[in-house]
């Protein structure tokens, strides 16, 4: 096994042994690339979801959120292009029953002769199977009798329910061109090969954001959003700037609804992959959806009096996959102190602060608890008095939590604690009633 993908593999067990991430459905042996986030994980996807959704709808006047249904009627995804479009070729071994998607084994896989290709899984030449088209959406019923007339489809991106939705959003907020609509929620895809962890799953978080814009000032648009999402990797979560870049789609790799497309990627355990995708959908979606619905989906504007079908530039993140960036951003082996260490920074941490009394005894544990209940108004802070102090700490570092806090003999006599900081280990005497006062100073100016 290579380094990084050991590295992946300590992350995998760090989240299960810490409580942020589990396989789903464990005890029956697992269930095909689907994850359970655990109480540090849900703690840390809610801490990244709400930064996303505070810099798009709190601090752009322009962009409201939505809510939207994961089921919606069949006809959005032919609409949409989904029924007939959103395909993966794959490929079966006749010898071992592996899947592989035939893009992934051969660039060229539509001319390759595959009877000559060799199986990665068993070895075998001439046992793979020509590529077949396999739909990503999962089907379902609704209502009790399942015929062909009730198929319902999970949506395999949230980006429609804004689509069918934004004439009632616009009307509603009284919204004006340039306008955005934000939405976080499930998505759904029946991947053929599901990997590396929590990076590509079969049901999963989107957090997209479709900007309406007048044609011919998409290009402007599509360059200043770009900018902005890079800047809430570096800026906003504080990742690492040179492990993420952009790729932008060739020909070949534009979805069928869009003009331009770039990707940004972060370096992951197992190389350069795509965290967010930034597209120029253009109108395709909007004349798409008033030729199949038979409604007006066209923009009045009231000044001009000109109608037109705006164009759209989606911003389109994984919560999944953001949320493993800021894990494998954050992994640090501490090899001079022997230790491992989530140096996440303390507004995405799960828990802020642990409270521990030096000693079970001696009034410790009381006051201890005292300065827990006044911090837990502040943060989500927990309190620990099992094991020794330095164990207690070690399972904070590896949980990310940034402030240790002990509560010994000196605090009986003046009422002061030492504050520990994760990454340092270097330790203050603080005043308890000027704690909050001074962790509040310490996040503010974390680098
Ligand atoms: N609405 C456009 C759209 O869905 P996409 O590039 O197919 O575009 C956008 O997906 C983002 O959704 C990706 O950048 C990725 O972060 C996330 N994503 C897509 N498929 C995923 C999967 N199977 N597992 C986890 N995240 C996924």
Redesign the pocket.
């Known amino acids: 096994m290579t380094d990084k993908a050991h590295s992946l593999d300590k992350i995998v067990s760090l989240c299960k042994r810490r409580g942020f991430i589990f396989q789903s459905s464990e005890i029956y042996g697992g269930f095909g690339a689907v994850y359970d986030y655990g109480p540090l994980g849900i703690e840390l996807k809610n801490n990244i979801s709400q930064l996303w959704w505070r810099d798009m709808t709190q601090l752009h006047e322009n962009i409201v959120g939505l809510d939207s249904g994961i089921l919606m009627h069949p006809k959005i995804w032919e609409a949409s292009g989904h029924i007939e479009e959103f395909h993966d070729p794959l490929v079966d071994c006749k010898q071992c029953k592996a899947r592989f998607r035939a893009d992934e084994l051969i660039t060229d896989f539509e001319s390759a002769d595959w009877s000559a290709i060799q199986c990665p899984t068993c070895g075998t030449t001439g046992n793979l199977t020509e590529p077949r088209q396999f739909n990503l959406m999962f089907k379902t019923h609704m209502g009790p009798v399942e015929s062909e007339g009730d198929i319902a489809y999970l949506r395999p991106?949230t980006?429609q329910g804004i689509y069918v939705n934004y004439l009632l959003v616009q009307g509603a907020m009284r919204k004006k061109v340039p306008f955005g609509i934000a939405q976080i929620g499930k998505a759904f895809?029946n991947?053929i090969v599901?990997r590396n962890f929590i990076?590509?799953?079969?049901e999963?978080e989107?957090m997209?954001m479709q900007y309406f814009v007048k044609p011919g000032t998409d290009d402007d648009e599509m360059k200043a959003w770009k900018e902005e999402r890079f800047n809430f990797y570096t800026v906003g979560l504080g990742i690492n700037k040179d492990k993420l870049r952009f790729h932008q789609h060739g020909h070949g790799e534009l979805a069928h609804y869009a003009k331009e497309a770039w990707?940004i990627e972060y370096e992951f355990p197992f190389g350069w992959s795509?965290?967010?995708?930034i597209?120029n959908r253009t109108d395709f979606d909007l004349k798409r959806h008033q030729e199949f619905s038979g409604k007006n989906m066209q923009y009045s504007d009231q000044i001009s009096n000109e109608k037109y079908f705006p164009y759209i530039i989606?911003t389109?993140?994984?919560l999944?996959?953001m949320l493993l960036i800021v894990l494998a951003d954050a992994y640090w082996e501490d090899s001079e102190n022997n230790r491992t260490v989530l140096k996440l920074h303390p507004k995405l941490a799960p828990v802020k602060a642990v409270v521990c009394p030096l000693v079970k005894k001696d009034g410790l544990p009381e006051l201890a608890r005292n300065v827990t209940d006044e911090l837990k108004k502040h943060y989500k802070v927990i309190y620990d008095q099992q094991g020794s102090i330095g164990k207690r700490y070690y399972r904070q570092d590896e949980a990310g939590t940034p402030f240790g806090i002990t509560v010994d003999h000196q605090s009986l006599e003046d009422n002061t604690v030492t504050l520990r900081n994760r990454d340092t280990q270097n330790q203050d005497r603080v005043p308890i009633d000027s704690l909050v006062e001074k962790i509040n100073d310490e996040i503010n100016n974390w680098s």
């Open positions: 991106e980006a895809r991947e599901a990076f590509r799953t079969r999963f989107q997209e990707d795509e965290v967010e995708g597209h989606e389109s993140a994984g999944n996959r």
